[in-house]
């Protein structure tokens, strides 16, 4: 593929995004941004500096004072925080139910959506998030919604811990799940929601590789 493009993939939690994100970047030779990352690094942070959560004004102060890097070593990515890798600490159940109140605050948002940018200007990305076709990218070529039941994504996500040896209840993730959409869906700053020129694939029967051709294959689509 010639020309540049970005490729914008939202959607709620477990809907498959980072690992069809990042497949769809090796096939394409494009770099994978995991802005969901960034947040979880920021919301790990503020955990350790024991900042107030609610307070988006101390955490913006905090991330104004650190760096947040995703790092592409082969086919791993890592994040650190100032030189640290954090890329296990950010998947920990403490981040995960406090991310969606660290990212809710607009003042984090503008300073993400800033690096975000800054890191996708050169083109040929694939950024995976919540408002990515909505706000930070509005012109990216193609856009993709992508979803599936909540029963589904809790399903993988159960199946995820399991291959890792982690303990966990099906219908606690479900609620963890359901709750994290609903306070992403609801923030009043870039919330979780399909752009109106986003192509929606609902993947509750498919599989990875299957959403990854077919996003491919819309990309194609848009260079010719
Ligand atoms: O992979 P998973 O769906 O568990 O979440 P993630 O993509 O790592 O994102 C974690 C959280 O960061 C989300 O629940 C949102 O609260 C927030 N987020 C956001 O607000 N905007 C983005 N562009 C990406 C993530
Ligand atoms: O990034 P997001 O939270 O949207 O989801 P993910 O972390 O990429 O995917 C959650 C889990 O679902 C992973 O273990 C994927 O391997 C799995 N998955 C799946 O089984 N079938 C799909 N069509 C998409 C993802």
Request: hydrophobic residues 40%; proline residues 1%; without cysteine.
């Amino acid at each position: 593929m010639n020309k540049q493009m970005n490729i914008a993939i939202d959607g709620p939690a477990g809907a498959g995004k980072s690992t069809v994100a990042k497949l769809v970047a090796e096939r394409l030779s494009f770099l994978y941004i995991d802005t969901g990352a960034m947040y979880r690094a920021l919301t790990y942070a503020a955990l350790e500096e024991g900042v107030d959560l609610k307070d988006g004004q101390s955490l913006h102060k905090l991330l104004s004072k650190i760096t947040i890097s995703l790092n592409h070593e082969e086919s791993r990515i890592t994040v650190l925080v100032n030189q640290k890798d954090v890329t296990e600490e950010i998947r920990s159940k403490e981040v995960t139910s406090n991310v969606s109140l660290v990212s809710s605050h607009e003042q984090v948002r503008v300073e993400m959506v800033e690096r975000q940018r800054e890191l996708a200007k050169s083109g040929n990305s694939v950024l995976d998030g919540r408002d990515i076709g909505t706000f930070v990218l509005p012109n990216a070529q193609l856009k993709v919604f992508l979803t599936a039941s909540v029963e589904e994504r809790a399903r993988r996500r159960f199946e995820e811990h399991e291959a890792k040896g982690i303990a966990s209840d099906f219908e606690q993730l479900k609620k963890e799940i359901a709750k994290r959409d609903e306070l992403d869906s609801t923030r009043d700053f870039a919330p979780l929601k399909k752009a109106i020129d986003a192509v929606e694939i609902e993947s509750t029967k498919m599989s990875i590789h299957e959403v990854a051709e077919k996003i491919i294959k819309l990309a194609k689509e848009r260079t010719v």
